[in-house]
Structure formats: C-alpha cells, structure tokens
C-alpha cells in the first residue's frame, strides 16, 4: 500500500487477476488513475495477464513489419490500461453529470462534436428513417452514447445482458433525480442540459425482442447505436447467424453483419462514428454515411449488406491504424480471424546442415531467441511452456523435457553456449532447436 493506505501495482504480492478485477471495481475515479500511472509493462503482465495478451498478440500480428518490436509493447500496454479504464469511466460519468453546473455542460462532456457533426446527425435523422450510429470499440467509445443523450437525442444501445443490468439501474436513478427545470427542450437544436441524460436507453440485446426493439426506436426516428466489432447478438458471438466475410488489416475475417442488416430491413441510414482522445480532448471522427437505397431484389439486398459490412470495418482499419493505443477491441481479433491453408512443415532433409550452423553461430558469441519481431510470442501458462505464431494462430507447445530449453529462449538473456554447456548435456537440444529454427520459431541475434 502507499503512504494513504491504498493498494499499489507493487503491493499485490499474489497475482490472482480475477481478485484483481473486483478490487478495481472498487476503486474511486481518483485511485483508478493513480493504479493506471503506476503500471509499467512488467506489472501489468504479471496482473492483468488476460487482458494484455491478447491485445499485444494481435497488435503484434498487425504491425509485427511496421514497427519495432519495443514500440509495438508500449502501445499494447497503453491499450491495455485504456481497456481497464473504460470499463470503469462511463460509471464515474454517470455519477458526475447531476452536479454539472448548468452553464458549464458542453466544457464538461468527454467528446467535442462540432456544428458540422451535429448538423450531419440533424440531417440523416431528417430522412424520417431514424439513425444507426456505427461504432467500434475504440478510444472514448462508451461515451458517444451519453454525450448524444446530453446533446438532446434520444438513443437506444444493444448490449449484452451482464452489462445490461448495471447499466439499465443506472440510467433509471439518473432519471429519478429531482432535476432543475431548465426550460424546454428541442432535440438536436442546442438543447444540451444534464438532465438529457434520461434519454440513453439500453437494451438487452439476448432478450428475445432486442431486434424489434431497435427497429421501433428507428420508427420513431431515434439514434440507436450498434458496436460494429461487437459481433455479438441474438446467437453470442460463437453464433453462426449473420456473418460474413470481410478484409481487414491484411487478414479475413468473419463478421456479424447486424448493423447493415438492420439498415437494410428498416432502410435506416448508418453514421460510422469513433471518438478518440487525442491531446487530452474527445475527438469524435465521422466515416461518410451510408444511406440504402429503395428496397430491391433478395440478391441485391445481400449485396449492399455484404458492401455495407466492409465500408464499416474499412472505417475501423483506418482509425485503429491512427489509434492503435485506442484500439480495445483488437484484443479480440484473433477470434474473427479466418484459418487459412496451413503452410506445410519444413522439411528435415537439412536439419544436420541446421544443426551445425546453430552450433557454429553459439561459438562465435550469438544467442538464439524466440522469434517474437516475426510474430511468435510465449503464452503466460503455468504447467508449461506454449508458444504462439501469430500469423497462423498455430501453437507450439514444449515436450516436458525441453521446457528449460523453451523457457531459455523465450527470458531476456536468450539461449547461448555457455546455457548449452551448463543445461544441454541433459536435454540434448540440438535436433530441437534445428526444428525450431526451420520453423521461423526462433531467431539469432
């Protein structure tokens, strides 16, 4: 603990992530931020293991021959901590808006939209169809909705049931505070005031009429916002409704495609919106809108939902190339990502010739490593050892004999001769690392 009796990064002796998780979820806003400073990358792999590998993992398949290996770490971890942040800011949020001075809302608000902005939302919503606002989980995400609300519009979000219940108790105290009248209000006009905040409505998007729920606030010509890379829904996210293939950061993937579906039944134009902080300011960034045209044939449909889906996920490339340090829901990329043919295994017709060019570079003074530049990292398992290649999602794990050998080349130090000399006579690592090497597993430095 600190000298204020607070738990610290460094005073968590026993890494239990999942204790970890609820004491934060008791943190004030204040002492969230002072854990959030206090976490270097060495901390939070050791505490928020979970959270930060997938995310570095995936960053790492994406910009593995962008960046340099360091910089790619650093960006990971500040994602990560923006990942633990917003899971905890929108509630400090709600708590905040009721003691809002009333001539001071638009300071107080997490995200700028500027004339224009507000006047492109005025505009689609004058189609008299409602509007989808498309988002990603990026940057200040949890806010748009509330910020929308505040500006004077009513909206409507899809989320998931565990969310729903903390969100929907919520939002209901909020609407049964005793609130100043401030005056009429007039939706979209420069009507922002706190107590607008009634106006954001979640749904429980595993409830049986969360479809015709959404599709009636669009009637009523609404805002309701749908979380693009969410790809959850009616069937969760392992469901086989609705999906479909897009490209994306050099990969394919398998997407639900709620979001244009709904547009397409409802004829209901999409606003592609993502909200970032950029120089300590809410920065909401528009993709161009995608208006449906009047309803056609079954197979054109399918089409302008297919082109839909992938103008959506295009906008989200852009902005998660911009934003990689906002990109929270690269931690889940893997999961979308489609298998492709498998690269066949290297032959072994040359592993002698291997094997004595390894030997050789060990005594000139070079030592092996995990390959992690080209994308191969060491999962945070205990019983074992297990390594990842993240341009094929293929995994490695370790015969139990050879863990050392694995834990070697995957420390700081590397695998060199002086280690073979010490540890090799028992493991006989040779025809192993001559494998690994074939395999682009490890690397020579």
């Known amino acids: ?41 060495a901390q939070t792999i050791r505490l928020h293991p979970r959270r930060y590998y997938p995310i570095y993992l995936n960053l790492l398949s994406v910009f593995r021959n ?36 009333s001539s001071d809302i638009h300071r107080m608000m997490k995200i700028g939209f500027d004339r224009h902005q507000i006047e492109t939302v005025n505009s689609l919503l004058g189609l008299g169809k409602g509007l989808i606002i498309a988002c990603s989980r990026m940057g200040l995400y949890s806010f748009i909705p509330a910020d929308l609300a505040l500006h004077g519009y009513k909206i409507s979000v899809p989320i998931l049931e565990r969310k729903y219940r903390t969100f929907s108790k919520e939002l209901d105290n909020l609407r049964s505070l005793d609130w100043p009248d401030e005056g009429a209000s007039s939706r979209g006009k420069g009507s922002t005031r706190a107590r607008n905040i009634s106006l954001y409505e979640v749904l429980n998007i595993e409830a049986p009429g969360a479809l015709f729920n959404m599709a009636q606030a669009l009637r009523r010509g ?45 004829r209901t134009p999409i606003l592609p919106l993502i909200a970032v902080s950029e120089n300590g300011l809410g920065k909401a960034i528009l ?19 297919g082109h839909t889906t992938q103008q959506l996920y295009s906008f989200i490339e852009r902005c998660a190339l911009a934003y990689p340090e906002q990109w929270e829901s690269s931690a889940s990329l893997h999961r979308w990502r489609r298998q492709g043919v498998e690269a066949p295994e290297p032959a072994e017709s ?5 094997t004595l ?10 030592t092996l490593r995990i390959n ?40 700081r130090s590397g695998l060199d001769l002086s280690w073979v000399k010490k540890n090799g006579a028992a493991s006989e690592p040779w025809p192993l690392l001559a494998r690994l090497k074939l395999r682009q597993l490890i690397a020579i430095s």
């Open 1 to 41: 603990m600190n000298n204020k009796g607070e738990c610290t990064p460094q005073s968590i002796a026993v890494a239990d992530e999942v204790a970890i998780e609820a004491l934060l979820r008791e943190f004030t806003e204040d002492q969230l931020r002072r854990w959030l400073s206090e976490l270097d990358l």
């Open 66 to 101: 962008r960046l340099p290996l360091q910089q790619i770490k650093k960006i990971s971890l500040e994602c990560c901590k923006a990942s633990i942040w917003s899971h905890r800011a929108i509630h400090y949020y709600f708590e905040q808006i009721p003691r809002w001075p």
């Open 222 to 266: 609404e805002l309701v916002l749908m979380y693009i890379d969410g790809n959850g829904g009616l069937d969760g996210p392992w469901g086989d409704k609705s999906r479909r293939i897009v490209d994306f950061l050099g990969f394919k993937l398998t997407v639900k495609d709620g979001t244009a579906r709904l547009a397409c039944l409802t």
């Open 287 to 305: 993709g161009q809108p995608i208006i449906p045209g009047p309803k056609a044939d079954a197979s054109q449909e399918e089409q302008f939902i």
């Open 350 to 354: 040359n592993l002698e010739e291997v």
């Open 357 to 366: 060019e390894i030997k050789k570079l060990l005594e000139q003074g070079r």
């Open 372 to 411: 992690e530049q080209d994308g191969v990292i060491a999962l945070p398992e205990k019983e074992t050892e297990i390594w990842l290649d993240v341009k094929t999602l293929r995994s490695v794990k370790s015969p139990d004999w050879a863990r050392d050998v694995f834990r070697a080349l995957s420390s």
